[in-house]
């Protein structure tokens, strides 16, 4: 049996969406990419774009998992205008996602993660929240599910050796 470290994991999810985010993320991370966070854009039921964080691979501070989605979705549609799309992610989306996802038309968001988890494995999107004033009044925009499942991943991150930033 090989080295705990080097043994990739399967990670269920009650939504097919969100098991297709977890499965980006984890691609992400065991290819040391970045964090720990995965997004797809979805459209009539289909995946238009796909991606997870690209920061440390791309050394570039704005390769967050959703904004690599948003990318990836534009291109394959040939529009900025999301309107329409949902995106499911698996880490609730830092400020400049969530102004992005905003700007993109993306009607729903669907999330695993907190920003207190983020938080809890050392991302600081909290200090930029209170710049921003919060996300209250986005309630019904952005949900919460699979949670679990996505704590999974976090887990599979602490375990690996990475850098925060």
């Known amino acids: ?22 499965d980006e993320s984890l691609k992400g991370i065991y290819h040391g990419h970045g964090g720990p966070f995965g997004s797809v ?3 009539d039921g289909e995946i238009i774009g796909r991606g997870h964080n690209m920061v440390l691979a791309n ?3 704005t390769a967050h998992g959703e904004m690599i989605a948003i990318r ?4 394959n549609l040939g529009t900025y205008d999301l309107s329409g799309c949902e995106l499911y992610t698996t880490g609730e989306p830092c400020p400049m996602c969530l ?23 050392g991302f600081r999107d909290e200090k930029f929240d209170r710049l921003v004033g ?7 925009q952005f949900i919460c599910i699979d949670r679990d499942a996505c ?6 991150y602490n375990k690996l050796e990475n850098k925060t930033y």
């Open 1 to 22: 049996m090989g080295n705990k470290k080097n043994q990739k994991i399967e990670i269920k999810a009650e939504n097919p969406y969100m098991k297709e985010a977890i």
């Open 41 to 43: 854009i979805v459209k």
């Open 59 to 61: 050394v570039d501070s």
């Open 72 to 75: 990836d979705a534009e291109k």
């Open 99 to 121: 102004f992005a996802i905003l700007w993109a038309n993306i009607h729903k968001v669907y999330y695993g993660c907190t920003i207190a988890d983020n938080a809890s494995i």
């Open 134 to 140: 919060g996300r209250d009044q986005l309630k019904e």
């Open 151 to 156: 704590l999974k991943v976090f887990s599979e």
